[in-house]
């Protein structure tokens, strides 16, 4: 790892159960885990759900690099952890020392246009049962890219998420993802279960979102 | 090593789409265009790759398919790096990458503004009320001491906030429990929620008298009634086959009939169920029963089609057939899935009648 002794001025400890930033709150910060683990959160519906649990030499929150914009999760200290804090003006001067750090925050922000385009791709979906579609096209895009070269179960696949992480993705309301769910379920396209959502035949949805995006 | 390679006019470094994007380029002499399709306006765009400047950088660090063309304008010298070769090249130079994270942050920065732009249209919630109900959340399960941290951020931030009042006293309440409980302990604490009328300003929202419990639900039609909830869980037993759990599930929701939206549903849904576990005689009562109590039910040609149906199942053709032109009569929609289903099975029907 690189040598960050220079920069113990930015460090800063938090207490297991300590939150680093709330969710929706302004951040100019972000942040690079020393040590401990850093649970990444977020309230959907009435749960709260850890979408990531993070450790050394991981970075987070580097998307207060875009002014003004809200927290969009919370950053909780799992156990006691050891961070260095870095805004927009302290930031160059660690990345001109440290191009290991510089490079693992551009794969970030690679990864991060590529998500937020395929999100702005969903969203430009006018019909509501597309929009729904292509969020489970996105989702297994993802899990395609994460479990490159394994076996894939024909046409079906499995995703772990409910009606309101689908609200979430596609930018609706939660009783109307539930309609189109049912609706996609009574035309055997969908297994639904509490904790998972079953697409029969991904090329199908495909097909159908494809018929819906204007050329 | 990096690799030097000569293209010629019209040729293409790589394609729109190409999913083995594992190689970055530098023009060394020559002409190379990209284009590409703007995802905002559907526009082909165009851009002009400069003499020493990096291409298809990052389709190759984010591992996914390329997203525009690579085209060579007039005959061109280029160095190609595999990943990590570039990695190496720019840890060397790091003012490089400091120069693509400026990039790449105002190409972040713009399709967030396009985002946001999106969403405005349909169902953001505000950072501050957002920030609230986070808040909210943490103390109502008893999650103490990041309920203070939340509220507190709050009052720092909207100190005249239309929620300060109640994210105040919540900042007490979280406060006390902590001394008096400890983190996670006690009884559920009362939430404080906003002065009536100050979230209901969305169209709509206004109209239902708003339960305390719900004043926290901003927007209009955002929140699962229990009874949608519950509808869904029928629904999901019944996409996983499993029709005697669904059919008393649907039951339920019929008998409590709490909303009537719900309560058409889950009848139309009782039938199907019954008709899954083979139960004609009891399918078409039900359905029967049905055309009786809704004749103007959305989902009358199905329900038709689950009477003809049934009927066929149990080798009355011919009042099967009944059902079945029936719903091609009223149907005007030819494209239709039921008006193609009946079509279907009067077919077959006339076909096992007359071979």
């Given amino acids: ?215 | 090593m990096p690799k030097a390679a000569n293209y010629r006019a019209n040729s293409v470094i790589y394609f729109q789409g190409d999913v083995i994007s594992d190689k970055i380029y530098i023009l060394q002499s020559g002409q190379v265009v990209v284009n590409y399709t703007d995802i905002e306006t559907g526009k082909d765009l165009r851009e002009v790759i400069q003499t020493g400047e990096f291409f298809g950088v990052k389709s190759a660090l984010g591992k996914y398919p390329r997203e525009e063309n690579a085209v060579v304008v007039s005959d061109a010298q280029v160095l190609i790096f595999t990943v990590p070769e570039f990695e190496q090249f720019v840890s060397a130079n790091t003012r490089i990458i400091l120069k693509m994270l400026r990039v790449f942050s105002n190409q972040l920065r713009r399709i967030h503004k396009q985002i946001e732009n999106l969403m405005e249209k349909s169902e953001a919630l505000s950072p501050e009320i957002g920030l609230f109900r986070t808040g909210e959340y943490y103390l109502k399960n008893r999650m103490y001491s990041q309920a203070k941290y939340v509220f507190s951020r709050y009052l720092t931030y909207y100190p005249a906030g239309k929620l300060a009042d109640a994210a105040s006293k919540n900042l007490e309440t979280s406060e006390s429990c902590m001394v008096k409980f400890g983190d996670g302990k006690g009884p559920s604490p009362s939430v404080a929620g906003p002065p009536a009328g100050t979230l209901s300003a969305h169209p709509g929202a206004g109209a239902a008298p708003a339960k305390p419990a719900d004043t926290l639900r901003p927007q209009a039609g955002q929140a699962l009634s229990d009874t949608a909830k519950e509808y869904y869980n029928a629904v999901s037993l019944f996409s996983q086959e499993k029709y005697k759990e669904a059919l008393g599930e649907f039951k339920r929701i019929v008998e409590a009939n709490q909303d009537p939206e719900y309560v058409v549903k889950a009848a139309f849904d009782m039938g199907r169920s019954v008709f899954m576990l083979g139960q004609f005689d009891a399918a078409i009562a039900h359905f029967t029963r049905m055309v009786q109590t809704y004749p103007k039910h959305p989902d009358l040609a199905d329900i038709l089609y689950y009477l003809g149906q049934s009927y066929a199942k149990k080798g009355d053709v011919e009042r099967a057939k009944g059902f079945f032109r029936k719903i091609l009569t009223m149907e005007k929609d030819e494209d239709n899935s039921t008006f193609l289903r009946a079509k279907k099975a009067l077919r077959g029907l006339e076909e096992a009648q007359n071979g």
């Fill in chain 1, 1 to 215: 790892m690189a040598d960050l002794s220079a920069f113990t001025r930015f460090a800063r400890t938090y207490q297991a159960g300590e939150i680093i930033f709330s969710e929706y709150e302004p951040g100019d910060s972000f942040y690079l885990i020393q040590s401990g683990k850093v649970r990444i959160a977020k309230i959907v519906g009435d749960i709260e759900k850890t979408i990531d649990v993070l450790q050394p030499p991981e970075i987070f929150g580097e998307m207060a690099i875009l002014e003004g914009t809200p927290r969009s999760a919370t950053a909780v200290a799992v156990d006691t952890v050891r961070v260095l804090e870095f805004n927009r003006a302290n930031f160059e001067v660690l990345m001109m020392g440290n191009p290991q750090i510089a490079l693992r925050l551009l794969k970030l922000f690679t990864k991060r246009i590529y998500d937020q385009k395929r999100r702005f791709m969903i969203l430009t979906l006018e019909d509501p049962q597309a929009r729904v579609a292509d969020v489970f096209l996105m989702l297994d895009e993802t899990q395609a890219a994460a479990t490159a070269g394994a076996e894939q179960d024909g046409e079906k696949r499995e995703f772990k998420v409910t009606i309101e992480d689908v609200a979430h993705w596609g930018g609706m309301g939660a009783s109307e993802v539930q309609t189109i769910l049912g609706h996609f379920a009574n035309q055997r396209r969908v297994e639904l279960y509490p904790d998972r959502v079953v697409v029969r035949n991904i090329s199908d949805f495909s097909r159908f979102v494809n018929s819906r995006r204007k050329k």
